[in-house]
């Protein structure tokens, strides 16, 4: 396998110079012929304040260039995949278990956009869902969203959203809708207006 270090990866702890590592390449990846975890890391807290993190990582964009702090791309190149299962570029849960409570906030995913920046410019959101399709394909059950209950108990709220987004209603006509489809293939729309 074609490797990019130049430094033992088992003495990191204590090499100041050691930088990153990289696991295979694009060109000669690292092949897996069962199912498992490539790289864990597994553990515990009984800290009773502050914040524990498994994984931190930052990255400071100080010029003009793009990218990402982390990027999770998932491929699918066989057919029939995900069969009693599911394909995910990420995968991200809060499980709370047995006597467990939350005195405060728990969740899943948590976006946050924000800094001190007062003017940032550009067009930015806390979170983008994007679809990545080639042309001259029909897409029946995708969607941007989908909501769905997978446990035995149900969540019957779609959104919490603050009071100051809940204009109150005028005259205005339903000019528009959106669509919005159920499990079960059944299309509904939501009426929304171009005035309020």
């Not at 702890?13 to 069962?34: C, H, I, R």
């Not at 491929?75 to 599911?86: I, K, L």
């Not at 149900?154 to 603050?162: D, M, Q, R």
């Amino acid at each position: 396998m074609a490797t990019t270090n130049t430094i033992a990866t088992g003495v990191a702890y204590a090499d100041p110079a050691f930088q990153s590592v990289q696991v295979g390449s694009s060109t000669v990846p690292v092949q897996l012929t069962a199912a498992g975890v490539l790289n864990g890391s597994y553990a515990t807290t009984s800290a009773t304040s502050g914040d524990t993190r498994l994984d931190y990582k930052k990255l400071t964009f100080t010029s003009t260039g793009s990218g990402e702090t982390l990027r999770a791309f998932s491929v699918v190149t066989g057919a029939g995949a995900a069969t009693a299962g599911t394909v995910n570029g990420a995968h991200v849960s809060l499980s709370i278990n047995g006597s467990g409570t939350i005195s405060g906030a728990g969740n899943a995913l948590r976006a946050t956009l924000g800094g001190t920046s007062t003017n940032p410019g550009g067009t930015i959101a806390a979170i983008q869902a994007d679809s990545d399709f080639a042309s001259g394909g029909t897409w029946t059950n995708a969607s941007f969203i989908r909501f769905t209950n997978s446990g035995t108990g149900t969540v019957a709220n779609l959104f919490n959203v603050p009071t100051a987004m809940v204009a109150t209603k005028t005259a205005a006509a339903v000019s528009h809708t959106i669509k919005i489809v159920d499990s079960a293939g059944k299309a509904y729309y939501l009426m929304v207006s171009d005035a309020q």
